[in-house]
């Protein structure tokens, strides 16, 4: 870690403006700044590049120019106040110094934005990256040093800086499962058409599954199976179930199952129960281990998806998605996610399940989470408000 950095023109004095034909000290730090953010060469503004680098120049202007274009600022080669700030904040990279929300003297800069948007990438916390370390940012930090084993303190300091950076590994380079599902998932296309998926509602036979308020966990899970089966038909999906009249066997059985099908995904469907009745609420599950390792990141955003538009579209509590490395979820060789639609021992859960109209708003959600995932990351589609019919169209619009 570096803790020495050259003061950037402007930081001396945050109102100072520095133009053509100014000269002085400052315009050397400027130069040097410029070099650091890649500006100054092309244009041949780095210090050593000049006869006197302390003159602020046409070369030094157009080096301006293109650092605020890049940044989105009005493009004047004037460094004014704001074009100064965002100097300042592009010198900082990752690693750089010990990144802390402290109050009164929020820290700002690139490695702050760099370190959201890495936590925005694990679906924890900030809403967005602003480059600035607020308490939303520590609250995210707390939350993945917990999730890597760290004490939650909020501080990135050297051990936090390594866990981002091995997983950063593990997402884009270093993990060839993560890699080849990805590819696979890019190469499957858009559509729908002539995929595989798995459904496997959990228990069956004499294995009920949890039972309580008059909700039979095995029954439940087969009729939203075949609500969803019903929906990915229509859409040109080969849909198998694990089991429809006997018990479908263990996990084992049941990925060994998904396995010699070579099937593109399975969907594992169940309720929850909990000791205390005020627990409610829909959960999604992935494969992943706690430490890094291997996981599925497929798995993870479908189970993303899935839950967010079972929880936008049905109103019931979040209980959100998380990595467990559960039988069925270890052993498939595809994505697989299991998703906990609410809690049987909850009586309003308990009620909300028995009506078959939110079972086939359960089923919409499931079906319109696996297109999405289809779709890809770039589309933007809002969740919870698209029905199947609207995706559908959308993507007419896409392939057209
Ligand atoms: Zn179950």
Same mark, same amino acid.
């Not at 884009?172 to 080849?180: D, E, S, V």
């Not at 294995?207 to 990915?232: F, I, P, W």
């Not at 992935?286 to 291997?294: E, L």
């Not at 979040?318 to 998703?339: F, G, I, K, N, Y």
């Given at each position: 870690m570096s803790q020495t950095r050259v003061a950037p023109a402007g930081a001396r004095d945050a109102h100072a403006v520095c133009r053509l034909g100014d000269r002085g000290a400052a315009v050397f730090d400027l130069r040097v700044a410029l070099t650091s953010t890649g500006d100054a060469e092309a244009a041949g503004a780095r210090p050593d590049q000049s006869i006197d680098p302390l003159v602020f120049d046409l070369p030094v202007q157009q080096a301006v120019r293109a650092f605020q274009q890049r940044r989105g600022l009005?493009? +004047? *080669?004037? $460094? #004014? &106040?704001? %074009?100064? /700030?965002? @100097? =300042?904040?592009? !010198?900082?990279?990752?690693?750089?110094?010990?990144?802390?929300?402290?109050?009164?003297?929020?820290?700002?800069?690139?490695?702050?934005?760099?370190?959201?948007?890495?936590?925005?990438?694990?679906?924890?916390?900030?809403?967005?990256?602003?480059?600035?370390?607020?308490?939303?940012?520590?609250?995210?930090?707390?939350?993945?040093?917990?999730?890597?084993?760290?004490?939650? +303190? *909020?501080? $990135? #300091? &050297?051990? %936090?800086? /390594?866990? @981002? =950076?091995?997983? !950063?590994?593990?997402?884009?380079?270093?993990?060839?499962?993560?890699?080849?599902?990805?590819?696979?998932?890019?190469?499957?296309?858009?559509?729908?058409?002539?995929?595989t998926i798995l459904l496997d509602p959990g228990h069956g036979g004499p294995?009920?599954?949890?039972?309580?308020?008059?909700?039979?966990?095995?029954?439940?899970?087969?009729?939203?199976?075949?609500?969803?089966?019903?929906?990915?038909l229509a859409q040109g999906v080969d849909v198998l179930f694990s089991r429809i009249h006997g018990d479908g066997g263990d996990e084992t059985v049941r990925s060994a199952l998904a396995n010699d099908l070579a099937a593109d995904l399975v969907i594992s469907l169940h309720c929850d129960a909990a000791a205390q009745a005020q627990a409610s609420g829909i959960a999604t599950y992935?494969?992943?281990?706690?430490?890094?390792?291997?996981?599925?990141?497929?798995g993870e955003h479908l189970a993303d998806l899935i839950q967010r538009e079972l929880v936008?579209?049905?109103?019931?509590?979040?209980?959100?998605?998380?990595?467990?490395?559960?039988?069925?979820?270890?052993?498939?060789?595809?994505?697989?996610?299991?998703?906990?639609?609410?809690?049987?021992?909850?009586?309003?859960?308990?009620?909300?399940?028995?009506?078959?109209?939110?079972?086939?708003?359960?089923?919409?959600a499931i079906v319109v989470a696996i297109q999405r995932l289809y779709l890809g990351d770039e589309d933007s589609v809002r969740t919870g408000v698209f029905r199947l019919a609207e995706l559908r169209s959308f993507m007419a619009d896409l392939a057209g």
């Open positions: 009005v493009a +004047d *080669g004037v $460094v #004014g &106040p704001e %074009t100064a /700030r965002a @100097l =300042a904040a592009a !010198r900082w990279r990752l690693g750089d110094r010990i990144l802390a929300h402290i109050p009164g003297h929020l820290l700002h800069g690139d490695d702050v934005a760099d370190l959201q948007s890495r936590l925005l990438g694990l679906g924890l916390g900030p809403d967005r990256v602003d480059a600035v370390f607020g308490p939303r940012t520590e609250a995210a930090v707390r939350d993945f040093q917990r999730g890597i084993g760290l004490p939650g +303190d *909020g501080i $990135v #300091g &050297p051990d %936090t800086l /390594r866990g @981002l =950076a091995g997983l !950063r590994r593990a997402v884009r380079g270093g993990n060839p499962h993560a890699l080849r599902e990805r590819e696979t998932l890019r190469r499957a296309g858009r559509s729908l058409v002539g995929r294995d009920l599954g949890c039972v309580a308020n008059g909700v039979v966990e095995a029954d439940l899970v087969l009729d939203l199976a075949r609500r969803v089966e019903g929906r990915l992935y494969y992943g281990t706690d430490r890094f390792g291997a996981w599925s990141v497929v936008a579209r049905t109103g019931m509590i979040d209980c959100r998605s998380h990595a467990r490395s559960w039988t069925l979820l270890q052993r498939t060789e595809m994505p697989a996610v299991r998703v906990e639609v609410g809690h049987v021992s909850n009586p309003t859960d308990a009620a909300r399940l028995s009506d078959p109209a939110l079972r086939d708003v359960m089923a919409e």
